[in-house]
């Protein structure tokens, strides 16, 4: 992928792309896809374990819900496994700019073609980026278990609830308002994909909301 780009635009535009989320790792990005060395670069704190989620309807009825992992620049205030949750700016955007060199920015990032006439553009489908980690799902998957002692399931499972807390409570700081769309979007079918985490969600919201209420 030709790595190009165009400071005088983003500078003009502030980085709206950047304060929506991080961007997507290529497999292509990295010189060692071995466990430790990607070990290793998240524990340099620059890189978040993240899932794009698949819905399925089965042939009960019921919907399911399938994550597929891959590799993201760090958002603000996020862990090293954030599976789901709302996305934030890019802990990599400073007030010059990106704080990589664009020989060592991301391939999401790079894919990017800036627009002085509207909103940027990728070069290619930004899924032809991600679904190159297809054949490393079973690596990342001993990675989240490494790092939070849980299985991608149940990291995910929670990660849904506390979306869902988020969602009910209103929290929606630093977020921006097309990821806040986004994700509203994505409710109904999170909802009949995980009807226990919403139900949990929602008595954690109305405990919390007594013991405010309280004070």
């Known amino acids: 992928m030709e790595r190009v780009e165009n400071r005088e635009i983003c500078s003009k535009c502030g980085g709206k792309c950047c304060k929506k ?4 790792y290529s497999t292509k990005d990295f010189d060692d896809l071995s466990v430790n060395a990607i070990y290793q670069k998240l524990e340099e704190g620059n890189i978040s374990i993240v899932a794009l989620l698949n819905f399925n309807r089965l042939p009960n009825g019921r919907l399911a819900c399938s994550p597929f992992l891959y590799l993201r620049a760090r958002n603000i205030g996020r862990d090293i496994v954030d599976l789901l949750s709302f996305k934030k ?6 007030e ?15 894919n990017l073609i ?4 509207g909103p940027c553009r990728p070069a290619i489908n930004p899924f032809d980026i991600v ?21 991608v399931d149940k990291k995910l499972r929670e990660d849904v609830t ?36 919403a139900r949990e969600a929602d008595k954690k919201f109305k405990s919390e909301m007594k013991l ?4």
């Open 21 to 24: 989320s991080g961007c997507d």
């Open 89 to 94: 700016q890019c802990s990599m955007l400073k």
């Open 96 to 110: 010059d700019g990106c704080t990589y060199s664009v020989e060592d920015r991301p391939s999401g990032g790079i």
């Open 114 to 117: 800036p627009s002085d006439n």
């Open 131 to 151: 679904k190159e980690w297809e054949s490393y799902q079973k690596p990342l998957g001993r990675l989240v278990k490494r790092f939070t002692g849980m299985s």
């Open 162 to 197: 506390n979306l869902f807390v988020d969602i009910l409570k209103g929290d929606f700081k630093d977020i921006s308002p097309i990821e806040i769309e986004d994700v509203k979007g994505m409710v109904p079918l999170l909802v009949q994909s995980f009807p226990n985490e």
């Open 212 to 215: 405010y209420v309280k004070k």
